[in-house]
Nanobody
Framework: QVHLVESGGGLVQPGGSLRLSCVAS????????MHWVRQAPGKGLEWVST????????HYMESAKGRFAISRDNAKNTVYLLLDDLQPEDTGLYYC????????RGRGTQVTVSS
């Protein structure tokens, strides 16, 4: 059974940074593309980023390019999302998932950007 646990969120000022982590279990992590999605208050799920099984190919939503960096450690069954230059519009609940639509996502980790 797929189990994903996100952590690392918090409250930061505009321009700040956070590093999110997601520990996976219940499936053979190293063979799967992994994704981060987010949900802003009152809005639907939004795809943020994807990383290939080997970590060599990454994709980002347009507003994340140059600010966010996805990575993974297959030995630790963990995927990361480094968030830089955070802005208020980045506020939301961030999830890792096994597909772009947020499949099998965990409980998420809250990111709040506010001065």
């Amino acid at each position: 059974q797929v189990h994903l646990v996100e952590s690392g969120g918090g409250l930061v000022q505009p321009g700040g940074s956070l590093r999110l982590s997601c520990v996976a279990s219940g499936f053979d992590f190293k063979f799967y593309r992994m994704h981060w999605v987010r949900q802003a208050p009152g809005k639907g799920l939004e795809w943020v980023s994807t990383i290939a099984p080997g970590g060599n190919i990454t994709h980002y939503m347009e507003s994340a390019k140059g600010r966010f960096a996805i990575s993974r450690d297959n030995a630790k069954n963990t995927v990361y999302l480094l968030l830089d230059d955070l802005q208020p519009e980045d506020t939301g609940l961030y999830y890792c998932a096994t597909n772009e639509r947020g499949g099998n996502r965990g409980r998420g980790t809250q990111v709040t950007v506010s001065s």
